[in-house]
């Protein structure tokens, strides 16, 4: 077994594999596992060394793309929409807007209001690489929760 350090901006965890493959997966769960808010998409990175009796050795970078935990919805589950009047856009199109070489789309769950914004062309600031799809969740407001309850409405004045 080898020795290996792992280390990120914050903190580091030192640890034993049997390879540099195993290492590497180690280095991967050990970023996967940190404790985020993770309501959007996040781009984790790591140095990892092997540990050796002359110092350490610099194996390289892991990353992980961490997609976001989708929140809970009042309903078994989010029934995402872009109305125009809400999220304004062009009325063929609502809800989506030009962003660099892509677009970002803009939803709200008609039964909860809660938001998510899909990137089409992010950009991963680990490695500054450009057009990444990145989701982020944000929580319901006055705006969303009074437009659900209009919705809720006219479905009961049908």
Not at 79 to 103: D, I, R, T
Not at 122 to 148: K, R
Request: glycine content about 12%.
């Amino acid at each position: 077994m080898a020795k290996y350090r792992v280390q990120d901006q914050g903190c580091c965890e030192y640890f034993e594999a049997s390879d540099d493959a195993d290492a590497n997966r180690f280095a991967e769960g050990w970023l996967e596992g940190g404790d985020y808010d993770n309501n959007e998409t996040l781009f984790l990175t790591a140095t990892l060394y092997r540990l050796t009796d002359d110092g350490e050795e610099r194996l390289g970078s892991v990353d992980v793309v961490l997609p976001p935990e989708e929140p809970k919805c009042v309903a078994d589950a989010h029934a995402w929409c872009s109305p125009y009047e809400l999220l304004g856009g062009v009325k063929e199109n609502p809800g989506v807007f030009g962003h660099g070489g892509g677009v970002r789309i803009k939803e709200v769950c008609k039964h909860c209001g809660a938001g998510r914004l899909t990137d089409k062309w992010d950009t991963n600031f680990c490695d500054g690489t450009q057009g990444h799809e990145t989701v982020e969740y944000s929580a319901a407001d006055e705006e969303t929760l009074a437009w659900v309850e209009q919705q809720r409405e006219e479905v009961r004045d049908g």
